[in-house]
């Protein structure tokens, strides 16, 4: 019972607009004064919570896809893509995914990847044909790309969280998200090629998708660099956000050269309000997780498991549906930094491994992107292209299919995911 009364009363303040590291604090204090009768351990709990070295990889890959967006790399990505597999017929939702896919390696965002490229992308695939609720469905989906595949930002608050590397998480994640990737790109060409009247573009020739290619050589290095330097351990996951924010402002000063002073401090600006945002959420996870435990609810979770008799097939499944519930109505940062604390002691009594269910969340979370009524990315599609919101859940729905088949394989084939950072030296 009192889970539903916590949850219940973190979810009412959250629906009321109340930012996420408040809705956090406040009930943690309310939990505290009830149960405790005082809040003296506020001050080192947010203090305990952001002690922590990891949270230097926020300011650096933040500052890292600021400076890369201003650069307008983007668009040398796109041509490219387009230019690879353009003439295909359904070849522009390929490119569409393909360009998804390494600009999430660049954001670390799915509202990023989904607003920069679907403002590129949209216009050009119903120029050629394409029916409209598809281009939404591809840019939603291929959006969703962006927590999934590294350097994501939910993936390095669920590390700092429970404490899970976040190299193995990077790793981990990589070819999940691939095949993430290879599915939606299959499905938008089967999608093109069932509808007639999706026209091609002609051939542009083999200088021309080499010239490109040429063009965006350096926004595709940028994952080999960072996740080949973590599997190779040249570089941890910290040094490798270093590396990759000090490689994104080489390339905007001295290859782009389109990075102004003004655009600069625009970058330097918005990492600081990104990371501030996030240091504030992550102080709010700690205090809720402290209160949590001080009235012994992770406890009592393990307790009920235990009584049930559940298996950590069926502890999973609980959890993954809770979590598809709460995606419907939360954002994917909440999700996180309020049911992490509460089952992480009963997935490590269960033997859970943490990289694994890293993953598993992760993709459940880009369900919750475009699942509605508070499914993120469906709203960004809206503020592009003013479409009918309903139009953008319809051609949004077969992906969330798709997405459950992922979570599915995932789930059945747990090497997918763990087999990267276990061939790289990483534990559990």
């Given amino acids: 019972m009192t889970i539903f009364l916590i949850l219940g009363f973190l979810v009412l303040l959250l629906m009321t607009g109340m930012p996420i590291f408040a809705a956090l604090s406040l009930s943690s204090a309310a939990i505290l004064m009830i149960y405790e009768g005082r809040i003296d351990s506020i001050a080192d709990t947010v203090f305990a919570s952001l002690n922590n070295p990891l949270l230097a ?10 400076v890369m967006i201003k650069a307008k790399v983007v668009d040398d990505l796109y041509d490219m893509a387009n230019r690879l597999v353009g003439h295909i017929k359904g070849g522009l939702g390929f490119a569409t995914i393909l360009s998804c896919t390494i600009f999430s390696t660049i954001s670390g965002s799915s509202v990023a990847t989904a607003l920069t490229i679907g403002s590129t992308a949209i216009p050009q695939m119903q120029r050629f044909g394409y029916r409209p609720r598809d281009t939404y469905g591809i840019i939603a989906a291929g959006g969703t ?18 404490d899970a590397s976040i190299g193995a998480l990077f790793l981990a994640g990589m070819i999940p998200g691939l095949i993430m990737a290879a599915i939606f790109a299959v499905f938008s060409w089967f999608q093109a090629n069932a509808h007639g ?4 573009q002609a051939w542009p020739g083999t200088k021309a998708v080499l010239a490109a290619f040429l063009k965006s050589i350096w926004a595709v290095m940028m994952p080999p660099i960072i996740l080949g330097g973590i599997y190779l351990g040249i570089f941890t996951a910290a040094e490798a956000a270093a590396v990759g924010a000090v490689y994104a402002l080489l390339v905007a000063l001295l290859v782009y050269r389109n990075l102004s002073a003004a655009d600069l ?20 996870a700690g205090l809720f997780g402290h209160a949590v435990t001080i009235i012994r609810l992770p406890a009592e979770i393990m307790e009920g498991v235990t009584a049930l008799g559940l298996s950590q ?20 940062i909440a999700i996180i930094l309020i049911t992490t604390p509460i089952i992480l002691p009963a997935m490590v009594a269960l033997d859970v491994n943490l990289i694994w269910y890293g993953v598993m969340l992760m993709i459940n979370l880009e369900l919750a992107l475009i699942t509605p009524p508070v499914g993120i990315n469906l709203f960004v599609i809206k503020g592009i292209t003013n479409a009918p919101l309903s139009q953008i859940i319809r051609g949004s729905s077969p992906y969330v299919v798709l997405l459950i088949g992922g979570l599915v394989l995932i789930w059945a084939f747990p090497q ?10 990483f534990g559990r």
Wanted: proline residues 6%; contains cysteine.
């Fill in 265 to 284: 401090w625009d970058c330097t600006w918005q990492t600081m309000r990104t990371s501030a945002m996030l240091f504030m959420i992550i102080a709010g």
């Fill in 145 to 162: 790309l962006g927590i999934l595949i590294p350097p994501s930002g939910p993936m390095i608050l669920y590390a700092i969280v429970t």
């Fill in 416 to 425: 997918l995911s763990l087999w990267l950072p276990t061939s790289a030296g």
């Fill in 57 to 66: 990889t926020i300011p650096m890959f933040a500052f890292m896809a600021h």
């Fill in 197 to 200: 009247e999706t026209k091609t």
């Fill in 313 to 332: 097939t069926g502890f999973i499944l609980v959890v993954m549906l809770a979590i598809f519930v709460l995606g419907m109505f939360l954002e994917t």
